[in-house]
């Protein structure tokens, strides 16, 4: 054993969990999630409630969890901030959300923790969505108000910015497949959602480099893989499309100032801007393959490949795919930007796969940095059990396990060896002997 050597991460490397506040902070009445839990669209009947009851001062619940995040040795955590609290009627602005707010960022600066603040994760405040949401004709300017709001609040505690959280997931989930609210099926405004975001990025980005010209600023963009089953066109120009759509517009806009999403006849273009890294969100991979069957995903039909190690419900058609994380780090390196992973994870409740899941993915992320990639941190999702949107409590990412009805939590093993992989800023054979060592070879033959 002595001869494998450590896979060693870059000096400085940030090592960290993502969260959201709609997921997290609990009693987030007064956004369109919220509602679309108490009407019943959650799959499993649950609601948020307290999450895990971040917001609520006296509890503390926040501030124990991030310091337990400091013991591990994580240097950094994403969160999200609800804008829904902040402008709880249209341009009228809640003092106490801000302090809050300034608590748990001022709790995780004493802490060394680095926080990572993303603008908008999902949800929209009830006065947006009931005038259209993303639809409404002036939400871009809205954005990029309250943008300035928040900058102007919290500038001086922090300095790493996420704008908008996954477009393209939330453009697709909530006006194609409808699943989230406003649940539309609709082609033309799903294209239109996802590219009013990409420009309420833009504006937001311009917004905060405007009064903090030191922050970094970037969007974070769940790049799934999508592979043809077969090496035949058919399959290959669905899976072309499916990249095409869901993966590519959205960087060509951001990175190349080209924005040509279908039938938009509306939006004439992008300003170019500054983003200083690309952030990037990966779960795993699609393989697919033509049929008529299939016009809302673009004619490409999920299929599970033999021998693939596949999600577990309800994500069965998602593979277990770290390679693909090599795949997206590499394909977004030709913007010479830096990089951050803002959220990786696997829903597994009884951690029996997640151990080898990360230390798998984190290798994949290794061999990226080795061949070029510039990526300066890695974000777990997520740290607690949180409200997973319409599957409600049923799926469980963290790495440390929550009791919503008692808030009681209970670290599963994957939180030690992430905390052992962040203190060594390495993954050591020591680690995965530990904790998975049947993931000996697959981490460390660097293929
Ligand atoms: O919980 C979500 C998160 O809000 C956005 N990215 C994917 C996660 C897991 O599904």
Redesign the pocket.
Same mark, same amino acid.
């Given at each position: 054993m002595t001869s494998i050597q450590p896979l060693r991460f870059p000096e400085n490397f940030l090592w960290g969990v993502a969260s959201?506040a709609h997921?997290n902070e609990g009693n987030n009445r007064n956004n369109d999630f919220w509602q679309w839990e108490q009407t019943g669209h959650v799959h499993d009947g649950t609601t948020s409630g307290l999450a895990t009851d971040w917001w609520n001062a006296a509890h503390r619940r926040a501030e124990s969890d991030f310091a337990r995040a400091a013991e591990l040795g994580l240097n950094t955590l994403r969160l999200s901030l609800e804008w829904s609290r902040i402008e709880p009627a249209e341009n009228r602005w809640d003092d106490a959300a801000i302090d809050r707010y300034r608590q748990l960022l001022g709790t995780l600066r004493e802490l060394n923790i680095t926080p990572m603040v993303t603008l908008h994760?999902?949800t929209n405040p009830l006065w947006l969505a009931e005038r259209g949401g993303w639809l409404a004709a002036d939400v871009v300017a809205r954005f990029e108000r309250y943008t300035a709001h928040v900058v102007d609040a919290l500038g001086d505690l922090v300095d790493l910015w996420c704008t908008i959280?996954?477009p393209m997931?939330y453009a697709y989930l909530s006006h194609l497949v409808g699943d989230w609210s406003p649940g539309r099926h609709n082609f033309p405004q799903t294209f239109k959602v996802a590219a009013t975001m990409t420009l309420a990025h833009r504006a937001a980005e311009q917004t905060i480099h405007a009064r903090q010209p030191h922050a970094r600023v970037g969007l974070v963009k769940?790049q799934p893989i999508f592979d043809p089953l077969r090496d035949h066109q058919p399959d290959k120009m669905v899976a072309g499309w499916q990249e095409t759509l869901f993966n590519r517009r959205i960087f060509q806009a951001v990175y190349e100032h080209r924005l040509h999403f279908p039938l938009n006849f509306f939006a004439k273009g992008i300003a170019a801007g500054q983003e200083d890294f690309i952030g990037i969100?990966y779960?795993g991979r699609h393989t697919v393959k033509f049929s008529l069957r299939a016009p809302f995903t673009m004619f490409g039909e999920p299929f599970i490949p033999p021998h693939a190690e596949m999600w577990d419900e309800p994500w069965t058609d998602r593979e277990i795919y770290p390679h693909g994380l090599y795949r997206v780090c590499m394909a977004a390196a030709k913007y010479k930007k830096p990089i951050f992973i803002t959220?990786n994870?696997l829903a597994d409740a009884a951690d029996a796969r997640r151990p080898r899941f990360l230390l798998t993915h984190l290798a994949a992320l290794h061999r990226a940095i080795q061949a070029g990639a510039d990526v300066r941190g890695y974000y777990h *999702?997520?740290f607690v059990d949180n409200y997973? *949107?319409v599957e409600g409590w049923s799926t469980r990412?963290g790495l440390i396990a929550l009791n919503p009805e008692t808030q009681a939590r209970t670290p599963r093993r994957s939180a030690e060896m992430f905390g052992a992989i962040a203190r060594a800023n390495a993954i050591t054979p020591e680690i995965v002997a530990e904790f998975a060592p049947d993931a000996m070879d697959a981490v460390f033959s660097q293929k």
């Open positions: 959201a997921q994760h999902f959280n996954e997931v769940n969100n779960y959220e994870g *999702w997520t997973e *949107w990412f």
